[in-house]
């Protein structure tokens, strides 16, 4: 499993991907956000296996070349702030991650909350915009 913007990756790890069925940017979103509230479980039950999971399969989640591709055209001279948003939310998830790997869970809500706060914000900038392409 794994949410809506919650989190796109633009690096090339996450375009190298095993051919399967085409992924659309609401199928990656819906999965994204079934990711995230397992997440949110795993905080709060202090279950640090599954704190990883999630985190490490929300940071690698694979974005498509093509949609990659439409959601630069789509939001023009924006991609540029929305790659960084993209990143920052990804290097939150590895750090969960890694938190989580050392079983500390004061680290690991940090972690979580710049991950929930890259994915409220890439949300509140550009899901009005990109709205289409989940279609």
Same mark, same amino acid.
């Given at each position: 499993? $794994? =949410?809506?913007?919650?989190? %796109?990756?633009?690096?090339? !790890?996450?375009?190298?991907?095993?051919? +399967?069925?085409? &992924?659309?940017?609401?199928?990656?979103?819906?999965?994204?956000?079934?990711?995230?509230?397992?997440?949110?479980? $795993? =905080?709060?039950?202090?279950? %640090?296996?599954?704190?990883? !999971?999630?985190?490490?399969?929300?940071? +690698?989640?694979? &974005?498509?070349?093509?949609?990659?591709?439409?959601?630069k055209a789509k939001l023009g001279k924006n991609f540029?702030?929305?790659?960084?948003?993209?990143?920052?939310?990804?290097?939150?998830?590895?750090?969960?991650?890694?938190?989580?790997?050392?079983?500390?869970?004061?680290?690991?809500?940090?972690?979580?909350?710049?991950?929930?706060?890259?994915?409220?914000?890439?949300?509140?900038?550009?899901?009005?915009?990109?709205?289409?392409?989940?279609?």
């Open positions: 499993m $794994s =949410l809506g913007t919650f989190l %796109f990756t633009i690096s090339p !790890r996450a375009q190298d991907q095993k051919a +399967g069925p085409k &992924l659309t940017l609401r199928a990656i979103m819906v999965e994204l956000g079934a990711e995230y509230l397992q997440l949110s479980s $795993s =905080l709060l039950i202090d279950d %640090f296996s599954g704190l990883e !999971r999630s985190a490490k399969t929300i940071q +690698g989640h694979p &974005l498509p070349a093509e949609i990659v591709a439409a959601i540029r702030g929305f790659e960084r948003i993209d990143e920052q939310s990804h290097q939150a998830a590895a750090d969960l991650a890694q938190r989580a790997m050392r079983k500390d869970i004061t680290a690991s809500a940090r972690a979580y909350e710049r991950l929930t706060e890259g994915c409220i914000s890439c949300h509140k900038q550009f899901r009005a915009t990109l709205r289409s392409l989940s279609d």
